[in-house]
């Protein structure tokens, strides 16, 4: 089983900083990870794809890097709508199962 | 424009079955998995196990092995998440979420589900 470990768990900035948030999987998974952004109430939403490939519609702000076991989202600069919990996910070809890594909850300082 | 709707909200008795539903629209439901996430109050996101609508074949989780059962029905575009006895440590937010999935190990889930809270209370 892999495991996706999140850092930090809080992050506290400002609108208009730049946020860093990093996942780390327990073995690799090449490039084959994917970003989400969850708002309150909200169902999750797909940010980024295969590590650093951006969804349909999301602003260029938003990119991802890494491969193998460490991976970065980073968020240029924040604009307010950008505070949310954000997860990391990847799958395992054996067994095969998804996993999640534990969330990053970015707020406002 | 591709959407998952899901049913709405239920509130249950412990010991009670439930089967929620997910139904597909703007694409071909049978050529992408379905995928069942559970986010419990306050929680993270949890994969439950996942469905291939072409032919039923079914993944699980094994922390949801033999709790939960997932099925479809493609005629319909329809995929559900059933419980026989539910427990009040069902009670969670539970989403559906397309599956693109290659034979090369990408994997994304897009769109999801609004999402089914689930209730479980004596």
């Known amino acids: 089983e892999i495991v996706l470990t999140q850092s930090p768990a809080t992050l506290s900035l400002s609108p208009g900083e730049r946020a860093t948030l990093s996942c780390r999987a327990s073995q690799s998974v090449s490039s084959y990870l994917a970003w989400y952004q969850q708002k309150p109430g909200q169902a999750p939403r797909l940010l980024i794809y295969d590590a650093s490939n951006r969804a349909t519609g999301i602003p260029a702000r938003f990119s991802g890097s890494g491969s193998g076991t460490d991976f970065t989202l980073t968020i240029s600069s924040l604009e307010p709508e950008d505070f949310a919990v954000y997860y990391c996910q990847q799958r395992s070809n054996w067994p095969p199962e998804d996993t999640f890594g534990q969330g990053t909850k970015l707020e406002i300082k | 424009e591709v959407q998952l709707v899901q049913s709405g909200a239920e509130v249950k008795k412990p010991g009670e079955s439930l089967r929620i539903s997910c139904k597909g629209s703007?694409?071909?439901?049978?050529?992408?998995?379905i995928s069942w996430v559970r986010q419990m109050p306050g929680k993270g996101l949890e994969w439950m196990g996942r469905i291939d609508p072409s032919d039923s074949y079914t993944n699980y989780s094994p922390s949801f092995q033999g709790h939960v059962t997932i099925s479809a029905d493609k005629s319909i575009s329809t995929a559900y998440l059933q419980w026989s006895s539910l427990k009040a440590s069902d009670t969670a937010m539970y989403y559906c979420?397309?599956?693109?999935?290659?034979?090369?190990?990408?994997?994304?889930?897009?769109?999801w589900g609004q999402g089914t809270l689930v209730t479980v209370s004596s």
């Open positions: 979420a397309r599956v693109y999935y290659d034979s090369s190990g990408s994997n994304w889930f897009d769109p």
């Open positions: 703007g694409y071909s439901f049978t050529s992408y998995w």
